[in-house]
């Protein structure tokens, strides 16, 4: 069965470091999201991009934040200038036209 | 601001006993997605509702949306250890790109 995946599994990184997760979105999908869960909190919404670009983003989608589909199956989320209260999991979503959102097993970024 | 609300926040039963999870909004929804996610991993799809009053079966979980499409519910029957974990609902608006709000979730014990 087809499924969304990413990498890295764990990032550590230090504060004001550039990072960059990975994701690749299952294949005939043309939706893809970002989300974001803090430790104990919601799953939060941060940007959904289509047809190459971002088609909506959250108050926390800030100028930090970057997304890029640089390929036909890449989808990837960089923050630019870490910052403590980045360290959260990071999930990618993905959709069919008209399906519902599959989610990847997360990328869990550490900031010291 | 869309909020879901879920209840009971925790539930701890026995194996063979009946539970019922809420997820409330003053919100409408187009559709309503149920989650399971365990420690450490993505959401994975449990069932989508998009009618008002559409009640859905999944072996021993049953999943119905309100009649408003504010709020739905996810009925298990004679719960069994496996179905321990974290439940979460999410809702997506009419328009816009199927951006996901979640609610925080209900955790669920189940014990032998």
């Known amino acids: 069965e087809p499924e969304v995946t990413q990498t890295p599994s764990h990032q550590v990184t230090q504060m004001g470091q550039e990072v960059i997760l990975r994701c690749v979105p299952i294949s005939n999908h043309l939706y893809f999201y970002w989300y974001r869960q803090i430790l104990g909190q919601k799953v939060e919404f941060l940007v959904s991009?289509?047809?190459?670009?971002?088609?909506?983003k959250s108050e926390i989608f800030d100028d930090q934040f970057s997304v890029e589909r640089p390929d036909g199956s890449n989808f990837t989320l960089k923050i630019r200038s870490t910052k403590l209260e980045d360290s959260a999991m990071y999930f990618c979503a993905s959709r069919a036209l008209g399906g519902e959102q599959y989610f990847g097993p997360g990328t869990r970024l550490t900031v010291t | 601001t869309q909020l879901l609300e879920q209840s009971p926040q925790f539930l701890s039963i026995q194996e063979g006993e009946n539970l019922t999870v809420y997820c409330n909004s003053s919100?409408?929804?187009?559709?309503l997605q149920w989650y399971r996610q365990e420690p450490g991993e993505g959401p994975v799809l449990l069932v989508t509702?998009?009618?008002?009053?559409e009640v859905k079966k999944l072996k021993r979980l049953t999943f119905q949306f309100g009649d408003a499409r504010k709020d739905s519910s996810l009925h298990i029957t004679a719960a069994q250890p496996g179905d321990t974990g974290l439940y979460l609902c999410a809702g997506a608006r009419d328009g816009g790109y199927n951006k996901l709000i979640f609610g925080a979730g209900t955790r669920l014990a189940v014990h032998p």
């Open positions: 509702v998009v009618t008002g009053g």
């Open positions: 919100s409408v929804f187009s559709s």
């Open positions: 991009f289509y047809n190459n670009e971002i088609s909506e």
